[in-house]
């Protein structure tokens, strides 16, 4: 799932940045990268709603991730999540967060590089391990050692999310730095499609 570690709440949020007037930003990256945190924090910074694919899963199912992956196999989930990702693209600029194999998907991977502007939010295994330690809710760690699980699915996973339009450290430091790190990304990427879209 995508609901990372929300204990660091929005005492510390450092303030708006200007309005967002590009594509849908959407945050890619193993469970525990921050995606749900960074991207909650990222939308306030930027005046924008934000969204997080697997609750809108779950909401469109009426279950949870975990009872999908259990009742119906992750074929028939990652499915559901190709659609709702798809509908989440529609319309006006948002800041979606998504599972951690969302981009690994060729359709949904596809998508969000047709009609989004993706960001990877690229942590550490230690810093992964300890962050998914903290809810039991990921149905891919609790088949074996979360640490080698998450080693397996980051060395899988990278070359997909290397495909990402950015990428942005995840540390283990405070959140607010990380979404700092996403903006000052997100701004150079614009400035510099505009030097592209510019006449010489």
Known sequence: MSHDDDTFEDEHDTGHAEPWRGRTI??????????????????????????????????????????????????EFRSG???????????????????????VNNETRALIKERGLSVWLDADIETLVERTSRRDTRPLLKQGDPKA?????????????????????????????VVG???????AYEKSTEQEETPS
């Open 26 to 75: 959407v945050l890619v990256g193993l469970m525990g990268a921050g995606k749900t945190t960074v991207g909650r924090r990222l939308a306030r910074r930027l005046r924008l709603p934000f969204v997080d694919s697997d609750q809108e899963i779950e909401k469109a199912a009426g279950m949870s991730v975990a009872e999908i992956f259990e009742n119906f196999g992750e074929s």
């Open 81 to 103: 999540e190709r659609r709702v990702i798809s509908r989440l693209l529609d319309g006006n600029p948002q800041v979606v967060a998504t599972g951690g194999g969302a981009f």
């Open 149 to 177: 699980i998450l080693t397996r699915l980051a060395n899988e996973r990278a070359p997909f999310y290397a495909e990402a339009d950015l990428k942005v450290t995840s540390s283990a430091g405070p959140h607010d730095n």
């Open 181 to 187: 790190s996403v903006i000052d990304a997100l701004l």
